[in-house]
């Protein structure tokens, strides 16, 4: 059983900083495609940051450049998401997903193409 469980949001103003964490258990493959993806009130579910775990190839998308940063922790099991510099933009539940197989541009930036979910972790910048 895959169990993916985030911690680490919180409420910070605007150019702090938070870093996510996301343990996860269950998953037997070297080859796991792993994601942030986050989703503001009444808005679609995007992603964020993904991490390729054979190799530890990072994609970000374009609002998040040079301000999130993914990465993992193979002796703990465990994803990270550093935020800096975050923006009332940045505000929602902040979830990790993971995907057997590949992690290719076009993969990872939508929802459905992965297999495993955490339950979540909120996020809120004020100005």
């Known amino acids: 059983l895959v169990q993916l469980v985030e911690s680490g949001g919180g409420s910070v103003q605007t150019g702090g900083s938070l870093r996510l964490s996301c343990a996860a258990s269950g998953i037997t493959s070297d080859f796991v495609c792993m994601a942030w993806f986050r989703q503001a009130r009444g808005k679609e579910r995007e992603g964020v940051a993904s991490?390729?775990?054979?190799?530890?190839?990072?994609q970000y998308a374009d609002s998040v450049k040079g301000r999130f940063t993914i990465s993992q922790d193979n002796a703990k099991n465990t994803l990270y998401l550093q935020m800096n510099n975050l923006e009332p933009e940045d505000i929602g539940m902040y979830y990790c997903a993971a995907a057997p197989g590949g992690c290719g541009r076009r993969f990872w930036i939508w929802p459905g193409n992965f297999n495993y979910w955490g339950q979540g972790t909120q996020v809120t910048v004020s100005s």
């Open positions: 991490l390729y775990t054979e190799g530890s190839t990072t």
